[in-house]
């Protein structure tokens, strides 16, 4: 299968493969789907072993300038379905946050870990440099937690 730079993708983490065209036709069970960008896929990856399921995973760059290429939001966005315990993943590398509600005073329940930041190009690395040296840094962290014992921890808090 394959991935297309133009639309919304789904990647299978039981096959390991993308899901193209009719999703009808794929025979893995639509719980192993995933809505993910392909930079994201390792992380989606590691997350599915521990146990931790993923519906979405997605980034975005928004320029915030008037000066073309200059400033910039990155959102780094993974929704892991349901709220989980802070203490399966423990503390989050720098950057990166649990989002369970939205602000006040709606407060809608999130289950999302996601990375924002406002990024200033000053010509050292481009936009997508950034974005996948994030990404790699997460997948880092992720490599960090043994996913048998992050298994047995969402076991234990879960209610």
């Known amino acids: 299968m394959s991935y297309d730079e133009n639309s919304i993708n789904m990647f299978c983490v039981q096959c390991k493969d993308w899901i193209d065209g009719d999703w009808s036709t794929h025979e893995c069970p639509s719980e192993y789907w995933v809505v993910a960008d392909k930079e994201m896929v390792g992380i989606v990856s590691k997350l599915n072993a521990m146990g931790i399921t993923t519906l979405t995973a997605i980034w975005t760059t928004t320029e915030l300038s008037d000066w073309v290429d200059y400033e910039y ?87």
């Open 73 to 159: 939001q990155i959102t780094i966005k993974i929704d892991v379905g349901k709220r989980i315990s802070e203490a399966v993943l423990g503390n989050l590398p720098t950057g990166w946050h649990y989002f369970w509600e939205t602000a006040p005073p709606i407060k809608v329940g999130m289950h999302m870990i996601a990375f924002v930041e406002r990024w200033y190009n000053l010509g050292f690395e481009s936009i997508k440099e950034r974005v996948d040296s994030e990404i790699e840094r997460f997948e880092k962290f992720l490599d960090t937690k043994d996913a048998e014992a992050v298994k047995a921890l969402l076991l234990l808090t879960s209610c």
